[in-house]
């Protein structure tokens, strides 16, 4: 009996070291799956950056003016097409490609 609990106790020690918030004092981070939180989650790195890493540290950067200079803000928030208001944007004419012109 008292080997049981020598197990248990050397394996309930291994599960906490093996935890997220191990070394942190007085924080529990919970390790289920949200389902609400998965939405919001990137399965893969979209277009244009190169590692998860580099998403997730552009992810991390406020945006907001309280954070960032005028003009940095501007910059950053800038639209990548101006157009003037009232302008027409014609439609995309699509046309099927020729086979053998690549």
Known sequence: MREEREKAEAARKRAAAERADAKKRAVVISEKFDRKAAKYTAENVPHGFGSKEVYEASMRHPMGRDYNTDLSFR????????????VLIDPIKYSKPVPGSD
């Open 75 to 86: 910059n950053l928030t800038r639209p990548a097409v101006l157009k003037n208001a009232g």
